[in-house]
Every structure is written in C-alpha cells, then in structure tokens.
C-alpha cells in the first residue's frame, strides 16, 4: 500500500455479519472515486465476517479487535487508524 494518504476513508465497523460487509465492501469498492483506503473493523467477531475475495484489493484494510468493545470503541479505533483527508 502506498504511504500517500488517500483522499477519504470508508469505515465498515462490523460484528458478527459476514453478508452485510461483503454487500458493504462491494459497494465501496464500486465507487467512483477510487483514491480511498476502506478500512474494516471487526469488533471479535467469533466467525471472520471479512470474505476473504474482497480483501485483495490493496485499498481494502481489515483490522481484527480480539474483544468486542461496541460501536463507540469500534468507531473511536477506526477515526484513529484512518489515514484519508475525507
């Protein structure tokens, strides 16, 4: 992955919901702008919600949290991970 921050950054906060990520990873990816980093926090998920076909792509970043802290930690961990100006 390049040094360069991207432009933005799409936060897919997760737990225990595999089809909904893949639906929200493949919308992200559609998009048009394409200078972004997705970053996908799984918040200990006891199954990896994270297809693995769709972690490929180089802008795709999955971050695995061994405990599930809830919405406010899963959000606060990914605005301090992001790296886009958006």
């Known amino acids: 992955m390049s040094t360069r921050a991207p432009v933005a ?10 089809q909904t990520v893949r639906s929200a990873l493949g919308s992200a990816l559609a998009q048009t702008l394409t200078d972004i980093e997705i970053l996908v926090v799984d918040d200990g998920s006891t199954v ?3 297809p693995e076909d769709l972690t490929e792509d180089p802008r ?6 061994a405990h599930n802290t809830g919405y406010a930690g899963v959000t606060n961990h990914a605005n301090a991970r992001a790296r886009g100006r958006w």
């Not at 795709?60 to 949290?65: A, G, L, P, S, T």
């Open 60 to 65: 795709v970043i999955v971050d695995r949290r």
């Open 9 to 18: 950054t799409i936060v897919i906060p997760c737990y225990e919901a595999g």
């Open 48 to 50: 990896d919600p994270v």
